[in-house]
Nanobody, 122 residues
Framework: QVQLVESGGGLVQAGGSLRLSCAAS????????VAWFRQAPGKEREFVAT???????KHADSVKGRFTISRDNAKNTVSLQMNNLKPEDTGVYYC????????????????WGQGTQVTVSS
């Protein structure tokens, strides 16, 4: 099992930057695919970015070129660097993990953090 704890959310003006971090504990972190999802008020949760254990990454089209996922297996952390933030990026951001890449791509990873709020003002 894996426990995930996010940090780094906050309030930022449009065009600004934030860096989210997720600390993992429990099982061998490096074999897991990790991901970030987000949920805006009144909307369904959506995929943001993922990185498999081979460091291959994928980003949603809506954040491509602005957000970058990274991981540090030695520190058991995964990060999301968010630049040029827009009001539509507002939401609760969740760190997630699964040892099956397919489950992450289906939006159904087994392990989730508690979420961190990101608010972008216009």
């Amino acid at each position: 099992q894996v426990q995930l704890v996010e940090s780094g959310g906050g309030l930022v003006q449009a065009g600004g930057s934030l860096r989210l971090s997720c600390a993992a504990s429990g099982d061998t972190f490096r074999r897991y695919t990790v991901a970030w999802f987000r949920q805006a008020p009144g909307k369904e949760r959506e995929f943001v970015a993922t990185m498999a254990n081979g460091d291959i990454s994928k980003h949603a089209d809506s954040v491509k070129g602005r957000f970058t996922i990274s991981r540090d297996n030695a520190k058991n952390t995964v990060s999301l660097q968010m630049n040029n933030l827009k009001p539509e990026d507002t939401g609760v951001y969740y760190c997630a993990a699964d040892d099956r890449l397919l489950m992450v791509l289906k939006g159904r990873p087994t392990y989730w953090g508690q979420g961190t709020q990101v608010t972008v003002s216009s």
